[in-house]
């Protein structure tokens, strides 16, 4: 049986692992308190608003009881509103506040610094066909 190091979905998992423990590292010393999963569901809910928890659970990778803590941290730090919604009390509706879009335009810089830190010494052509492989690997596995 080959060695974990030859795998290559092992090296997915410790790359994905590697990049967001410094992606966090860069937000925490730019002085924002907020992890990268909140940060995600800030950033989809700006780009999908009125989005459900489920189909912003979906978004973002996570479980729906994982969503809500998050969600409840958020309103916590007044980056999220959570309101009933209008045609269904069970449910409740995310809207960020002004300081979720405050916090968002500060973190821009923060991603893009540790982004292209992560891609450093990768050509444009590189990350290309990584990306279709990544496709195919999700393809053939869905």
Not at 68 to 74: C, D, F, P, S
Not at 80 to 94: G, M, S, V, Y
Not at 100 to 109: H, Q
Request: proline residues 2%; positive net charge; aromatic residues 8%.
């Amino acid at each position: 049986m080959e060695d974990l190091k030859d795998i290559i979905y092992y090296s997915l998992e410790k790359a994905i692992k590697s990049y967001r423990q410094f992606a966090q590292r860069q937000i925490s010393q730019a002085g924002l308190d907020i992890t990268i999963d909140q940060w995600l569901i800030l950033k989809t809910l700006q780009e999908n608003p009125g989005i459900s928890q489920n189909e912003l659970a979906a978004s973002v990778f996570k479980d729906v009881a994982s969503i809500t803590r998050m969600a409840e941290l958020l309103v916590k730090k007044g980056y999220l509103k959570r309101d009933f919604h209008p045609t269904d009390r069970r449910r409740f509706e995310l809207t960020i506040t002004a300081e979720g879009l405050g916090t968002i335009n500060r973190l821009k810089p923060v991603v893009k610094s540790y982004r292209n830190a992560g891609l450093k010494g990768i050509s444009v052509q590189e990350v290309a066909q990584l990306n279709q492989t990544l496709k195919k690997i999700i393809d053939n596995t869905q």
